[in-house]
């Protein structure tokens, strides 16, 4: 780094201009500036809506959005979570869940109603499959299957010996199979008789669905595989995944099996009141993936989507393919191998953990964390809402244009937006607020951290194919902190001054030469005093930051700590130390300022300023005197004595260098060096006969020295 003087053009003195490396700098990287910019969060795609909330209205592969499904929503209180799904014989639906529940959910028109259809002597309910009128039931943790009559009466049909039974299928010729845990078995089930079928190595069979000709398959949660057992009871491995987990099966309209493999297990175990019980996974995962595979037996494998939620709980059939249940946010996707995703429903619970087909083109969507029932179609839906993630700024911003792209059809649509500086959002938010309509409404919501929009569709056929909402950050000053002044002459160097190693040659007695390098000494010995580049040079440390993230440059300024206007020293600085020529000033306290500016980031007339002030420290660049020196020459021996003075600081040392040798510390009078004057007194031993250089140098606090000399004739000892 240059030193630059420009008290050298407003102070008179003496100048000095050094060129030296700063040492221990902080630098500010540069970047585009924000503040000034007027930007835009926009979604147009599939993932933008990945953590939104939607219902009646879907969004296409294309990141299109239009009017889908009917979607109603019915809370099961009774229950936190549910593990399975089905529609019974007489189209009622039953949920299986904790607390040993099973709940009936009978469709009323548009809206319907849960009674408990039967309640288990167990922890968790964790599978369902039809059994004529009733329902056959897996539970947990004591492994227990029970068939549930049409009017909630309960037999226990088998003790599984296992822990969980996760999934339940109708056997050929009759009985069942049982998807078990923890020691992943698919078990057979006739009437009090249970045996193992096949005996993998997985901890647990967490999915299971029944194929053609009497066939099933399982998949498991530690290797990843998908296992088959056909009509004559041999086992088969259909697939291994590269993922860790088989979390759901189902079969689509095309005749292909379709998985969904996790990357990281969908289900933990917490401790519960008698025992662990297992619980969807409500903690966000790091890097998890969840991917939907579509296989043909003995043919091919493939995977056809990857979910934007870490995790797919439930599958089921579709005309469309496969509908596709997710968390940790409640979403429901239509997949079609061929075209893509549609995002049926992201609804605000947080986990789809079960589905299941009306019959008539409609699906039920059971939710957990808090459990209920959405019921998606068959009907097309109306109106629909879409309410957008929740932007962050980062900082506190203003929100202007909030527009949607497309073609309304016939429909009526309103974007209504508000904003907070909570996440998750509460009721310190703003209300909804419409800004007006018009080819560029804009939101009326008050400058925040974070925003949201909601978009209402009602009637017609439209396609929205982006929503955009401009924001701009309010500029905020920037700081300066920790301004520190080293002492005279630390912080810098020119160049090196510490002892360097280089090759040294030497010739031998017998010719040779040869080439060698020696070492640095371990401890160097200390400079005494500042070498003369050095005197008068101070630098300056501070740490800058700027809350919106733009670009800051400097002014240093510099004034006599008792008062007075500012003087500029350097302006236009980049970089976070400085160092500078102090010569041109007068001894004295000073105080130093630093005020960063982020104009290179902001609009005109919007720059803001930051400034610290330093504590006062000294400036000494005027050399200590010796005003008395005395060489008085002795047989064998010199005594030298003196007296010494500073006008601003403390002397630190005195030494004594007899004919240019190595200087040696005299201790003053008084055994310390610690006032501005000080006398000395000391005898230069074994010192040979003849004329000899005696010379003192005096160095006070600040670096500064003064040496003076005296010739003596040294007599030969008696």
């Known amino acids: 780094m240059s030193i630059r003087r420009p008290l050298a053009s407003r102070l008179a003195g003496p100048a000095r201009l050094a060129w030296v490396a700063v040492l221990a700098c902080t630098f500010v990287g540069s970047r585009p500036a924000r503040a000034a910019e007027t930007q835009w969060w926009t979604s147009d795609t599939p993932e933008d809506y990945a953590k939104s909330e939607a219902r009646g209205l879907v969004v296409r592969p294309d990141g299109a959005i239009e009017l889908g499904p009917l979607a109603r929503f019915t809370a099961a209180e009774s229950l936190g979570v549910v593990w399975a799904a089905v529609v019974m014989k007489d189209g009622s639906v039953a949920l299986a869940g904790d607390r040993g529940l099973v709940l009936r959910y009978r469709p009323q028109g548009s809206d319907g109603a849960f009674t408990v259809l039967a309640r288990l002597r167990v922890g968790q309910v964790l599978s369902l499959a039809v059994d004529g009128d009733g329902l056959m039931a897996g539970t947990g943790p004591d492994g227990l299957v029970y068939r549930i009559g049409v009017r909630g009466d309960t037999t226990l049909v088998a003790r599984t010996g296992e822990r969980y039974v996760w999934g339940l299928a109708p056997a050929a010729g009759g009985g069942w199979y049982a998807a078990t845990g923890t020691r992943g078995r698919l078990l057979r089930l006739r009437g009090r008789d249970v045996r193992i079928v096949l005996d993998t190595e997985e901890s647990n069979l967490v999915s299971m669905t029944s194929g053609p000709r009497g066939t099933v398959f399982a998949g498991g949660d530690s290797r990843g595989r998908i296992y088959r057992v056909g009509g004559d009871g041999e086992p088969r491995t259909v697939y291994?995944?590269?993922?860790?987990?088989?979390?759901?099966?189902?079969?689509?309209?095309?005749?292909?099996?379709?998985?969904?493999?996790?990357?990281?297990?969908?289900?933990?175990?917490?401790?519960?009141?008698?025992?662990?019980?297992?619980?969807?996974?409500?903690?966000?995962?790091?890097?998890?993936?969840?991917?939907?595979?579509?296989?043909?037996?003995?043919?091919?494998?493939?995977?056809?989507?990857?979910?934007?939620?870490?995790?797919?709980?439930?599958?089921?059939?579709?005309?469309?393919?496969?509908?596709?249940?997710?968390?940790?946010?409640?979403?429901?996707?239509?997949?079609?191998?061929?075209?893509?995703?549609?995002?049926?429903?992201?609804?605000?619970?947080?986990?789809?953990?079960?589905?299941?087909?009306?019959?008539?083109?409609?699906?039920?969507?059971?939710?957990?964390?808090?459990?209920?029932?959405?019921?998606?179609?068959?009907?097309?839906?109306?109106?629909?809402?879409?309410?957008?993630?929740?932007?962050?700024?980062?900082?506190?911003?203003?929100?202007?244009?909030?527009?949607?792209?497309?073609?309304?059809?016939?429909?009526?649509?309103?974007?209504?937006?508000?904003?907070?500086?909570?996440?998750?959002?509460?009721?310190?938010?703003?209300?909804?607020?419409?800004?007006?309509?018009?080819?560029?409404?804009?939101?009326?919501?008050?400058?925040?951290?974070?925003?949201?929009?909601?978009?209402?569709?009602?009637?017609?056929?439209?396609?929205?194919?982006?929503?955009?909402?401009?924001?701009?950050?309010?500029?905020?000053?920037?700081?300066?902190?920790?301004?520190?002044?080293?002492?005279?002459?630390?912080?810098?160097?020119?160049?090196?001054?510490?002892?360097?190693?280089?090759?040294?040659?030497?010739?031998?007695?017998?010719?040779?030469?040869?080439?060698?390098?020696?070492?640095?000494?371990?401890?160097?010995?200390?400079?005494?005093?500042?070498?003369?580049?050095?005197?008068?040079?101070?630098?300056?440390?501070?740490?800058?930051?700027?809350?919106?993230?733009?670009?800051?440059?400097?002014?240093?300024?510099?004034?006599?700590?008792?008062g007075g206007s500012w003087i500029e020293v350097d302006k236009e600085l980049e970089s976070s130390a400085f160092t500078w020529d102090t010569g041109a000033l007068p001894d004295g306290r000073y105080r130093v300022r630093v005020v960063a500016t982020d104009a290179a980031g902001n609009a005109i007339g919007e720059a803001l300023t930051g400034e610290a002030v330093s504590a006062p420290f000294r400036i000494d660049n005027t050399a200590p005197q010796v005003t008395e020196m005395a060489a008085d020459p002795a047989p064998g021996s010199i005594l030298v004595s003196g007296h010494a003075e500073d006008a601003t600081g403390p002397l630190t040392r005195v030494e004594v260098s007899l004919d240019n040798d190595d200087w040696r510390l005299i201790t003053p009078d008084g055994g310390l060096a610690d006032e501005r004057t000080l006398s000395f007194r000391a005898s230069i031993p074994e010192v040979a006969p003849g004329e000899h250089t005696v010379s003192v140098r005096v160095v006070d606090l600040a670096g500064n020295t003064v040496t003076r000399a005296r010739r003596v004739t040294v007599i030969r000892a008696r």
């Open 240 to 562: 291994d995944a590269s993922e860790d987990e088989v979390r759901a099966l189902a079969f689509g309209a095309d005749g292909a099996l379709y998985a969904a493999a996790l990357s990281a297990s969908a289900v933990s175990e917490e401790e519960g009141e008698a025992a662990q019980r297992p619980t969807p996974v409500k903690s966000a995962v790091t890097g998890g993936r969840a991917v939907i595979y579509r296989i043909v037996p003995d043919s091919v494998a493939a995977s056809v989507w990857t979910s934007p939620q870490p995790f797919v709980f439930a599958l089921a059939g579709s005309p469309a393919g496969v509908v596709v249940g997710t968390g940790n946010r409640a979403g429901v996707y239509a997949v079609d191998p061929v075209s893509g995703a549609t995002q049926w429903l992201q609804g605000p619970q947080g986990q789809i953990t079960a589905l299941a087909g009306d019959g008539r083109g409609g699906i039920y969507a059971a939710t957990s964390n808090p459990a209920g029932l959405w019921r998606i179609g068959p009907g097309k839906a109306a109106e629909g809402e879409l309410l957008s993630q929740v932007f962050d700024a980062r900082r506190f911003a203003a929100f202007g244009a909030v527009r949607w792209r497309g073609e309304a059809g016939g429909s009526t649509v309103r974007l209504s937006t508000r904003s907070g500086n909570s996440d998750p959002l509460d009721s310190t938010w703003s209300a909804w607020s419409r800004g007006g309509s018009g080819d560029e409404p804009r939101s009326a919501s008050p400058p925040a951290r974070y925003f949201q929009w909601r978009l209402e569709v009602k009637g017609g056929s439209p396609r929205i194919e982006a929503v955009e909402a401009a924001w701009r950050e309010r500029n905020l000053p920037p700081r300066v902190e920790e301004l520190i002044v080293a002492p005279q002459g630390q912080g810098f160097r020119e160049g090196t001054l510490a002892p360097r190693s280089e090759s040294v040659t030497q010739a031998l007695p017998g010719g040779q030469k040869v080439e060698y390098s020696t070492p640095a000494a371990t401890s160097p010995r200390p400079l005494r005093d500042l070498p003369v580049f050095a005197r008068g040079l101070r630098t300056l440390q501070w740490r800058g930051s700027d809350p919106n993230g733009d670009a800051l440059t400097y002014v240093v300024s510099v004034r006599n700590e008792s």
